[in-house]
């Protein structure tokens, strides 16, 4: 078998076969009698084992020792990106070459690349990124497909009590898992919390108390800041009455933030109440 095996794995064999002219014999070995070798293939016989190529049928003596002589078999690699986007070229080489794996090359939203596999729903490679490998084929495939293996991303729901008080635990999900944002837990005087949004001073919720969600981020962390509708207004008198006037001399409206409310409206509906002092 010269490197190979026959059936059952013996590296030898005995055929009985017709020979041709007894001057110049020669032997025809039928495929059937062929050994087997990984990322090899008969190429043909030869009574010189180290024979650079061989010959079917093959000329010897009368009782000759034929020895398989192999050809090495060339495959070409394809990159597949297996849900993602991207391009990496292909490659042609010999079983026996030592091939370095690509690094990169395709992306996925939400998704990390880890390895390669020769199987599309692997969920482990075969080979990692960048990984020097020989022998890919078993010599009889013309194209070795990789298939990218992929990892989903996690990330973190980072909740901000954007001048409120109270504490929300973060949440880390998958990227494409489906959760309940928080419902409560923060407070803030004379505020409702209406939601959450992206923007620290955004005026309107971006996502709803306790809704069910998915994809917010690819990776890393999202902080969402809660949004507060003003409920009640402090009113602080400046000056207190002027009692010879009978009247409020000035005041001051801060809504819950603190920041001064500047309404006429608002200031109209106080200024019209009657002031009770002694």
Do not use: M
């Amino acid at each position: 078998a010269n490197g190979g095996s026959f059936s059952g794995g013996a590296t030898e064999t005995t055929v009985y076969l017709t020979c041709g002219p007894r001057l110049t014999p020669s032997y025809t070995i039928p495929v059937e009698n062929n050994p087997t070798r990984a990322g090899y293939s008969v190429g043909g016989w030869s009574t010189d084992a180290t024979a650079a190529e061989g010959t079917n049928p093959v000329i010897g003596g009368l009782k000759p020792t034929c020895y398989a002589i192999w050809a090495e078999g060339v495959s070409t690699r394809i990159y597949n990106a297996n849900g993602g986007a991207g391009y990496i070229s292909d490659a042609t080489y010999k079983h026996s070459d030592s091939v370095e794996l690509a690094l990169s090359g395709f992306t996925r939203e939400g998704y990390s690349l880890i390895g390669w596999a020769k199987s599309s729903t692997a969920a482990t490679p075969d080979y990692l990124l960048g990984q020097t490998v020989s022998n890919l084929s078993n010599g009889t495939d013309t194209t070795v497909t990789l298939y990218a293996v992929w990892t989903e991303n996690k990330y973190t729901v980072i909740y901000n009590a954007n001048g409120g008080t109270g504490s929300i635990e973060s949440q880390t999900v998958n990227g494409s898992q489906t959760f309940t944002l928080a419902s409560a837990g923060f407070t803030r005087t004379g505020c409702t919390l209406l939601g959450w949004a992206t923007n620290a001073s955004a005026s309107a919720a971006e996502y709803q108390l306790g809704q069910t969600v998915s994809r917010l981020a690819a990776g890393g962390s999202i902080t969402l800041y809660a949004v507060w509708e003003i409920r009640d207004i402090n009113v602080t008198f400046d000056n207190l009455i002027d009692f010879n006037a009978h009247c409020v001399k000035s005041l001051s409206l801060r809504d819950c933030s603190g920041e001064a409310v500047e309404n006429e409206a608002v200031f109209a509906v106080i200024l019209s109440q009657p002031f009770l002092y002694n």
